[in-house]
Every structure is written in C-alpha cells, then in structure tokens.
C-alpha cells in the first residue's frame, strides 16, 4: 500500500527544508560575499546567497598569502601525523583492552576512565608541556591528544563484537597477538577505522585553542588560530605584517576596502576540507553507527 | 604469572597509551599541587595551604563566573534538549529514504565545524552592518541591534548558536532508538486504525524516553562545562561579566594574568565537583537506563 503525499507530508518536508535551509544560508551567504566583486559589495546583504558577480581574486590573494599557506600546510601537517600516530596507537591498546581474560585488564580500564572524570584544568597543562620541553613544538599539540578515550572505548567495544571463532582459530595456528591483529582484526576493522579516523581527523583540523597556548612561533600556528586572530579577534598584522598595513601597500587597499571578504574567504578557507570529507564521512555512518554507544 | 608471559605483547599494546595518560593526564593532576602553594620562579615553592582557595570564595568575580555557568548550562539544557528529539521524529516521518538521507547529511555538517568558524559565521549573521539578522529586522522597519556586544542577547547567541552546531548530530541517538522500535507496535496499532500522529504520540514517543532519559541525565553530568570554545570565541569585553564561566576564568586568569596558584584552585574547583557529577549521573544513567557514559 503505498501512501499519498498528504498536508502531513506537506508539514513535515516544509519543516525539514527550513532546518536545512538555516544551515546552509550562512555557509552560503559566507560564499557570496568571498566571491562579489568589490565594486559591487555595496548591492550584497547578509541575505544574499548567491554572489553579485563573480570574482575569485579574494581567494587568489589568500592562497598566495604566505601565513595562511604556512598554516593551512601546518594544519595538514599536524593532522597527518596526529592521525597516523592516533589510530595506531587506539587500535593496539583497544585490541589488547578487547580481551576479557587478560590479567589486570580492569586496573587499566579504571586508570583510563578515571581521565574521563577528572580533568586537571589548563594551568597544570600548560605547565607539564613546558617541563617536557614541548612548547612552541609541534609535537605539544600532537601528542596531548595522542589517544582519545572516548573513541578507544568505541574501538573496544567494536573489537568484542569481533566473531571470536577467528581468534580461536589464529590461536589454533600458532599466531601470536601481533599476527592476529595485522591479520586478522585490522582487516576486519577497516570501517571501525575509517570512522574514527575521521573524527580524529575533524579533531586535529579544528585545533586552535593548545596550539594558540603552546605555539609562540606564529609561523608555526595552524589555520584555525590564524583564522581566529583575523576573524574573531581582529588582528589585522595575523594576515600582513603590522608595518605593511600602516604603509598602505598595493595588498593594504584591497585589504581596507575587503575586510569582511577576506574574512568571509579565509573562513571558507577553512571550512572546505571539512566539506570535501564530507561525504566520506556520510558514507562510512552508517557503519558508525553501528559502533556508536548505541548498540547494546 | 605464566599468564602474563603469554601476553606480554598485549601489555605492550596498552603500554604507550598510559605513558601518554601518565603525562598528560595524572601529571598534570600532580602538578595541581600548586594550588597549594605560592609560586616562585626561582627556588622551591612555599606551601600556603587553602590560602588561594579563600581568596577564590571571597572574590565577587568568582560567583560571577559560577553563576553564568549555572544560568549559562541551564538555557543551553533547557532550550537544545527538545529540538534534536524533534527532529529525529520529524525526520523519521519521511517515507523516502533517500529524501531522508539528504535531510540528514545536511543537518550533520555543522556539527564537524569548529567553534572558531561558527562563531566567525554567528559574528558575520549577527552584524550590525549588514548582517543577516539585522537585514531583516530593517526591513520589518525596526532600528537594528548590535547583537554582539548587547549583554542583554549574548546569552541567547550561545544558546541558539549551540542549537544550530549540534541539533543534527544530536537527533543521531534517537533517530537510532526509533530504528530499534519494534515493527510489530506500528502495524497492530494500524489495524486498530491509529492515525500517523498517533502512532507518533502513542508509540514511537514513549518508546524513546529511556534514551530521553539517558542523554538528559549524561548532559547534566557535564553541567560545570557550559562550553569553553563557544564562549571564549564570541565574548568580548562588552559582554564577558554575562557570559564569562569557570574555564574562561582560570583561562584568563591563569594564562593571562599569570596567577597560576588562584586558576589552579577554580580548576581544582570544577574538577572535583564535575567529578561528582559526572560520576553519580553516569551510574544513575546506568542504573535507570543501562546505558551511562562508557
């Protein structure tokens, strides 16, 4: 039996449209005014979703810009490392915490959740990272997120459900716990992976509040604190130098007229690698759901 | 002991992991101590007991901050708790399930943006000079608002800007119980001739109030943190007495003005009491519902 498209159905797509359009009008009205032409930013409202015009030399001029280059490759950089190490590292320990029967297995679990509860606040942080001679490295914002606990214990949980009539037969075959895991659970755990390498990935992408404390070296800063230090603090000297703002240099008056689009710019900038994940990410859901809290 | 020996690698595996516990979590915990003591540059510190928590509680500025966080959670649990319950009964009602996969997907992407973007995108909305709320308040032809630095909104701008990152993402947990309802409720209910919204009141609804239940108390165990990333990136001077909380205060006065003793003491502050709290809501969440925190 097949239902009709009634006032219901009406309701419910009106609805949903809205909720989807308020999502998409900011992201889109951030678009048009990257892409208007200066000569006609004064026709463009905050309404506005398409650009009047089309003009990429806002984009030109970001993507040439020297600091936001250094940061967006530092980003990619310090996302890449990051992940390698975190998936890495969270598979093992969650391969070896998946197995009820190994001794001591509870005191480890406990030691790991107890940092769940109780978080020691920034100061102490701040302080252990100077003491291991981490500051203004990279590897300060890399490593203090070395392992989440969160996504161990999805990882886990995902290994339990892991049929144990494998592991009986590696067993059998004289594997150790090594092989049994190259062989047999990472083969197994590809979308496991996938998924909370992605949210790994997001984790590191979107860093900006250790790095802003541990990186002194502003060459060093990814695009998300130099985003910040322009869009939202307003730090003009975060893009130019200081001196050549002042100065007024052929880059100075673009830049005075187009503030808010090359604010606009640099905040798509940004953004868009997340929406190129985007439909990986949609693509390995449902699976992760699957491994989510969500199955009992 | 023999047992050990067989799995020494598994121990192996789990090793690296609590090193980097060790010293990015316990440390720090340990170096908490300083909250007890007065910190010199040069040469040992000096213990001075719970001197630097007594000016933490006679400081005006520190109810301030913890009240703001309480008003400040309270909104946010009030005013997003419903709206991702909502949406996942409205998105369930679509028939078509590739409709309803676009409805989803789209939903979903704020949720992986960071609090600097979306503030970024809330200031440029929120703009006095052309900015989208503004635009149309003008044109119902009223004077427009400077949302951004008006105490009296602020609040709200948190509220509504939490709602729009993660109403989507939220409405995943229950768009997950409504799956695992059983088949079987809908077509005897059918047979009895329950209408669509029927079936929504009567079933699917009560059917999903145990994970209602689960994420209501969970979010109250994270109650101490009403949103560190979202408040520091849209406060400004203007509007920080409304909306500055615990971790923007031992942020601020811990890295900012240097007194490392006094922000370590608020941090102790919310770090016992959110322990507390995490603590007992995820048993009770464990206990009522089966489901707790991990």
């Known amino acids: ?296 | 002991m023999k047992l050990i020996k067989k799995h020494f690698l598994l121990y192996l595996f789990i090793l690296p992991t609590l090193i980097f516990l060790f010293i990015f979590h316990y440390l720090p915990i340990y170096e908490s101590k300083l909250a007890f003591q007065k910190y010199r540059i040069i040469g040992p510190n000096e213990w001075v007991g719970f001197r630097y928590f007594n000016i933490l509680f006679n400081n005006s500025a520190f109810y301030n901050v913890l009240w703001n966080t309480v008003i400040i959670s309270t909104m946010k649990i009030a005013f997003t708790f419903p709206i991702p319950i909502i949406l996942a009964l409205t998105l369930n009602e679509v028939r078509k399930l590739s409709h309803r996969r676009f409805f989803q997907s789209i939903l979903y992407i704020p949720h992986f943006l960071s609090w600097v973007i979306i503030s970024g995108i809330f200031i440029s909305m929120l703009s006095i000079n052309n900015g989208a709320v503004n635009n149309i308040i003008q044109l119902m032809g009223n004077e427009p608002i400077n949302f951004l630095t008006n105490a009296n909104y602020v609040r709200w701008i948190l509220v509504i800007s939490e709602i729009w990152r993660s109403a989507g993402w939220d409405s995943v947990l229950y768009i997950a119980a409504i799956y695992s309802i059983n088949q079987e409720l809908y077509d005897s209910a059918k047979i009895d001739g329950a209408s669509r919204w029927q079936q929504v009141i009567f079933i699917t609804l009560p059917m999903i109030v145990p994970m209602m239940i689960t994420v209501f108390i969970l979010n109250l165990g994270f109650f101490l943190s009403a949103g560190f990333d979202q408040v520091f990136n849209l406060m400004n001077a203007a509007t920080l007495s409304r909306i500055d909380i615990i971790d923007t205060y031992v942020y601020r006065v811990g890295l900012l003005q240097g007194n490392f003793s006094l922000s370590i003491a608020g941090g102790l502050f919310k770090g016992f009491f959110g322990f507390i709290l995490i603590l007992s809501t995820h048993f009770l969440a464990k206990k009522y519902t089966g489901r707790g925190l991990w």
């Open chain 1, 1 to 296: 039996m097949r239902n009709k498209f009634g006032i219901g159905d009406l309701f419910i797509y009106s609805s949903l449209f809205l909720g989807i359009f308020l999502v998409i009008w900011p992201l889109m009205n951030l678009l048009a005014w990257a892409l208007t032409p200066t000569k006609n930013v004064h026709l463009l409202s905050g309404l506005d979703i398409f650009p009047k015009g089309f003009d990429t030399s806002v984009f030109e001029l970001m993507l040439s810009n020297p600091n936001v280059l250094m940061s967006f490759l530092n980003s990619i950089y310090i996302t890449t490392v990051g992940l390698s190490l975190n998936i890495f590292f969270t598979a093992i320990c969650a391969y070896a915490l998946s197995k009820d029967y190994l001794p001591g297995r509870n005191i480890f679990l406990t030691l790991i959740i107890f940092t769940l509860v109780f978080e020691p606040s920034i100061v102490p942080e701040f302080l252990v990272v100077k003491r291991i001679g981490l500051l203004n490295s990279y590897w300060s914002i890399i490593l203090y997120k070395m392992v989440n606990v969160y996504y161990l214990i999805l990882m886990i949980r995902f290994f339990k459900e892991l049929p144990n009539a494998y592991f009986e037969a590696a067993e059998i075959d004289g594997a150790n716990h090594f092989q049994t895991f190259c062989y047999i659970v990472i083969p197994l755990s590809i979308p496991a992976f996938m998924v909370i390498g992605l949210f790994y990935i997001v984790m590191h992408w979107n860093e900006y509040f250790h790095a802003m404390i541990y990186l002194n070296d502003t060459s060093k800063w990814p695009l998300q604190v130099l985003l910040r230090e322009f869009a939202i603090v307003g730090e003009r000297s975060a893009l130019v130098p200081a001196q050549n703002i002042i100065a007024g240099e052929k880059w100075g008056d673009v830049y005075q007229i187009d503030l808010r689009r090359i604010r606009a710019t640099i905040i798509f900038i940004a953004l868009f690698p997340i929406l190129l994940l985007f439909p990986i990410i949609l693509r390995y859901f449902t699976k992760g759901i699957n491994l989510g809290g969500i199955k009992e």
